[in-house]
């Protein structure tokens, strides 16, 4: 099976830099994507790993650990409108094609 | 380019009534997902699409769920009857196909909100 572990909540102050954490477990395991979900909004695509090491895409970056199923999604120089949830999401390999399993998400929030 | 597209936004019935959701997904994606998500969970899926083949259903509660992709195209998810447990956010999503081992974005329509009363 798959499964995933994030923190619930996580808070910063405007300006500042955070790490939202995730590890996973999947079976034949190809690559972890991060969303990001505004409250009432859809969730939309931020990045993918397939590799290890760090994807970097403005202010945001993602790290993959394959050897320590670990990755996170590290955010700078932190803004208001950052306040959002943030989905890990691992890819695997699957009867039907690759499956992807969405974390239950990291509630981030930005204080001024 | 118009992105995934659901209907209705929001939608309130009694419970043991009927609904149904409809989702038109971005023009040349194959694989069409639809998802259930509670509120402070991410999204769960009930059911993924390639073309007009439901090719993981295993998360869909047959007994009362329901989905259809005819023409590989829009799709339409049913709930007959409703319970007051169905009440969550109903996401329909794309991609162009999940039989890729690299990056498969998915691309999220609005939600529908249900509401079971």
């Known amino acids: 099976g798959q499964s995933l572990e994030q923190p619930s909540e996580v808070t910063a102050v405007e300006g500042a830099i955070v790490q939202i954490n995730c590890t996973y477990q999947?079976?034949?395991?190809?690559?972890l994507s991060w969303y990001q979900q505004h409250d009432g909004g859809a969730p939309t695509f931020l990045s993918y790993?397939?590799?290890?090491g760090l994807e970097e895409t403005g202010r945001f970056s993602s790290f993959l650990s394959r050897s320590d199923s670990y990755g996170y999604l590290l955010l700078q120089e932190l803004q208001m409108k950052d306040s959002a949830s943030y989905f890990c999401a691992v890819r695997g390999a699957d009867t039907g094609g690759f499956k992807t399993i969405f974390g239950a998400g990291t509630r981030l929030f930005v204080k001024a | 380019e118009a992105g995934v597209v659901q209907s209705p936004r929001y939608k309130i019935i009694e419970k043991k009534q009927p609904v149904a959701f409809w989702c038109n997904p971005i023009?040349?994606?194959?694989?069409l997902y639809w998802y259930l998500q509670n509120l402070g969970q991410g999204p769960e899926l009930l059911i993924r699409y390639e073309n007009e083949e439901a090719v993981d259903d295993s998360q869909l509660p047959k007994d009362r769920f329901s989905a259809e992709r005819l023409k590989g195209v829009d799709s339409t998810l049913k709930i007959q009857p409703a319970e007051l447990g169905d009440s969550a956010v109903y996401l329909c999503a794309s991609s162009l196909d999940s039989f890729r081992a690299e990056n498969n974005e998915q691309f999220f329509g609005p939600g529908t909100r249900l509401t079971v009363l």
């Open positions: 999947t079976s034949g395991f190809y690559g």
């Open positions: 790993n397939a590799l290890d």
């Open positions: 023009s040349g994606h194959n694989t």
